[in-house]
């Protein structure tokens, strides 16, 4: 959706904002979660994928990140090394292997995710409580009918 806002900023922009608003008010947990586990943020989007669904091939993974294979291979490699990912091999075709999340893994994942959310609070929390809860309907509308358009 690009319309533009009475202010003649589009949706995108306005998105953008918030959430560079929102997320810079803390001191950086999620960062300091992600240095402290030796993580990129290419690396924790592509586990994300995997927190999203656990069944991906190295090119489907490639594909849904608009990545190149090679460059998917080798977050897979250093992933598998740091015993974060595993790659099971398909039983009905033996050259194709699956990549799922360790245990570890979606620990860390949890982690990253509950310090984001804290991040994100703090950065509406100064909001009046009625603004607050009136964004908070907002989302979560906007969200339910996210999930409807994913499962058409």
Sequence with gaps: MT??????ACLGDLLQQFVNH???RAQGETLSIMSRASVTLPQVLLMNRLVQRED???SALA?????SL???SQM???LAQQGLIRRIENPEDRRQRRI????RAKSLMTRIGRA????????????????QHELADILTRVLAELALLREV
């Design 3 to 8: 319309r533009s806002s009475p202010s003649g």
């Design 22 to 24: 929102v997320s810079h």
């Design 56 to 58: 991906w091939t190295s």
């Design 63 to 67: 594909s849904s990140l608009n990545m």
């Design 70 to 72: 090679p460059s998917v």
């Design 76 to 78: 897979i490699d250093r």
């Design 100 to 103: 799922t999340l360790t245990s």
């Design 116 to 131: 984001r959310s804290a991040e994100y609070a703090v950065g509406v929390e100064r909001l009046s409580p009625a603004l």
